[in-house]
């Protein structure tokens, strides 16, 4: 069993619309959650840490649920410009990037 | 604004070449690491380092070593390219301990071996 589990997509989407991305995890002792974006051929970059009582930042939304060991991606009213790949990322350490495990990403295409 | 850059975008080597892929940061930062990409399998670590002149092995590390003589410098080496060493190669870096979960990352060197 994959350490980080995502659905590798892709989610096609019309502009407008919500959508919702999960992610399991297999350690049960993982300290931080976090989710990336990766634009086509580009450096992945953060998108959002994930704390857990939820967490908003304008249409997005993350949430931890510790004791399935699943994180979510929620964006509401999609853009365009959100066409990516959504990377879900584990911090399985106490600190420190070497504890960092990434998913193999989830790809969204936001659709006219 | 945070800068790691890595030198070359994209290579093209033979089988039994020596490789080397160069990372530079100027953020004053402590910690480096090589991730390599590829289709499916995500994200993997090869090598990472916590200072100048020290290094751990990451998940991956066979068939490469690393060189850090200048903290803002992190080398990835390929003794002998092999074609199974195809992918997308991504330097990073985190804001002090790492602990945030931010990591920057520069632009990517896609090795292609033929």
């Not at chain 1, 699943?70 to 410009?81: F, N, P, V």
Request: hydrophobic letters at 30%.
């Amino acid at each position: 069993r994959k350490e980080v589990e995502q659905d590798p997509g892709p989610f096609n989407v019309p502009e407008g619309a919500t959508v919702a991305f999960n992610c399991t995890y297999s350690n049960s002792a993982s300290q931080s959650f976090f989710w990336y974006r990766q634009d086509c051929r580009k450096e992945p970059k953060l998108l959002m840490s994930v704390y857990s009582s939820g967490n908003e930042d304008g249409r997005f939304t993350a949430q931890l649920n510790r004791a399935s060991q699943y994180i979510s991606l929620l964006i509401r009213d999609s853009k365009l410009s959100d066409s990516a790949t959504y990377l879900c990322v584990v911090n399985m350490g106490t600190g420190g990037g070497n504890k960092l495990t990434f998913g193999t990403g989830t790809q969204l295409k936001v659709e006219l | 604004d945070v800068k790691v850059t890595q030198s070359s975008r994209y290579l093209v080597k033979r089988t039994g070449e020596k490789v080397f892929l160069e990372c530079v940061q100027d953020m004053d930062h402590e910690n480096m690491f090589w991730y390599r990409q590829d289709p499916g399998l995500g994200l993997r670590l090869i090598y990472f380092s916590y200072d100048v002149k020290m290094k751990e092995k990451g998940d991956i590390p066979e068939g490469y070593s690393v060189s850090r003589e200048k903290k803002e410098r992190f080398s990835l080496i390929l003794e002998s390219a092999s074609t199974n060493q195809t992918s997308m190669y991504l330097c990073a870096s985190p804001p002090g301990t790492g602990a945030t979960g931010e990591l920057f990352f520069g632009e990517g060197s896609r090795l292609t071996v033929l």
